[in-house]
């Protein structure tokens, strides 16, 4: 038989079930149970347009470039954390990703990946 601690005991970390209570935690103080707390919810807060220009019409960016521009490491920009790419055309982003800035990127990012022309332009629209 395996007399091995699991790693929390052998740092020397009491786990604790959620049933269970602690002596002095809040657990054994009678208070209301709390609320569901949502903390994404401010984090994805723009919608955002992402199109392309192609023979002078504007075109959705397909969510294959965008999630392949969201799931990059090339920059370690990590303003651009805070980028979802919903479907076609559509981008949720964070209050701090600099619009301007994401533009540049994605045009950077399409051209290495051969998605967009070298004249070619992104355009970003807020919603």
């Known amino acids: 038989m395996d007399d091995r601690k699991p790693w929390p005991a052998m740092l ?6 959620v049933n ?7 657990l054994t103080q009678d208070k209301p149970p709390a609320r569901t707390l949502c903390l994404n919810r401010t984090m994805f807060a723009r919608k955002v347009r992402v199109e392309y220009e192609q023979a002078g019409q504007l075109q959705p960016c397909p969510l294959k470039w965008l999630d392949s521009f969201s799931m ?21 982003i964070g ?26 332009t992104v355009v970003l629209t807020q919603n």
Do not use: H
């Open 20 to 26: 269970e209570s602690v002596p002095g935690s809040a």
């Open 72 to 92: 990059r490491n090339f920059t370690n920009a990590t303003v651009f954390d805070d980028t979802l790419p919903l479907a076609d055309g559509i981008l949720e």
């Open 12 to 17: 020397g970390i009491r786990q604790t079930r």
């Open 95 to 120: 209050t701090y990703v600099p619009l301007d800035r994401l533009r540049d990127a994605m045009e950077d990012w399409f051209r290495r990946k051969s998605y967009l022309p070298k004249d070619g």
